[in-house]
């Protein structure tokens, strides 16, 4: 159980275009996603963290209106890194909870490649 | 902020246990001490979680001191699969966030 699919796996785009990454729960309802970046041979950095229903909260440094976070149902939670730039280049990776307190299960990561 | 320091590498032989340790000494009575894993270009693997008491499942046992500001994470018997990097977390608040330290990069060596 507690199954998170995150999807596409690998995405190439051109600078200036947007990305749309999507995060499903498949065998539970995900109350609570949350949204990290990684760089090369770097940890995993918390970008944003998005309740259902509501507007999602960003970390200090990220930008909102750049990192566009919805996540409109209980079983699903979409990034869109618009207007991409090279440095946005990065492996995405969401993770989702049913409920506070409980362990987090993490999708399998998008690796985004800007040129 | 990661709450959480942990050794950069570390190395074990194949079917040895592998012995992990994590310092957060800055640890609140209510905070649960996560140890997840992660294999290359991949998303972290939940391994196990504690309060206070020791735990054991099918993959780890988890050793929490009885200060708790320390805890150290049991593979018994190390295999190849086991090589990844392991990162020890302390969850931050009511929010559920989970910051990331460093990790433990563990090689198993054959």
């Known amino acids: 159980g507690a199954v998170v699919s995150q999807h596409p796996s690998r995405v190439i785009c051109k600078s200036g275009t947007s990305v749309k990454i999507e995060c499903r729960s498949l065998?539970?309802?995900?109350?609570?996603m949350f949204w990290y970046r990684q760089f090369p041979k770097q940890s995993l950095m918390l970008m944003a963290t998005?309740?259902?229903?509501?507007?999602?909260?960003?970390e200090q440094g990220v930008e909102k209106d750049k990192f566009l976070i919805n996540h409109a149902s209980l079983t699903l939670s979409t990034l869109t890194v618009t207007s991409a730039h090279p440095e946005d280049s990065s492996f995405y990776i969401c993770?989702?909870?049913?409920?506070?307190?409980?362990?987090?299960?993490f999708g399998n990561g998008t690796r985004l490649t800007v040129t | 902020d990661a709450k959480t320091t942990q050794p950069p590498s570390m190395d074990c032989a194949e079917g040895r246990a592998a012995n992990l340790p994590c310092n957060h000494s800055?640890?609140?009575?209510?905070?649960?001490v996560y140890w997840y894993r992660q294999i290359h270009s991949q998303g972290p693997q939940y391994i196990i979680h504690?309060?206070?008491n020791n735990e054991t499942n099918e993959m780890a046992s988890l050793i929490i001191t009885e200060d708790r500001k320390s805890s150290t994470l049991i593979l018994p018997h190390a295999t190849l699969r086991d090589t990844a990097v392991y990162y020890c977390?302390?969850?931050?608040?009511?929010?559920?966030?989970?910051?990331f330290g460093t990790g433990t990069s563990l090689t198993v060596i054959p």
């Open positions: 993770s989702a909870t049913d409920t506070i307190g409980s362990p987090l299960h």
């Open positions: 065998d539970f309802q995900a109350t609570t």
């Open positions: 998005s309740n259902e229903g509501s507007k999602a909260t960003y």
């Open positions: 800055t640890i609140s009575g209510n905070e649960y």
């Open positions: 504690g309060l206070k």
């Open positions: 977390i302390v969850r931050v608040g009511a929010g559920n966030q989970f910051y």
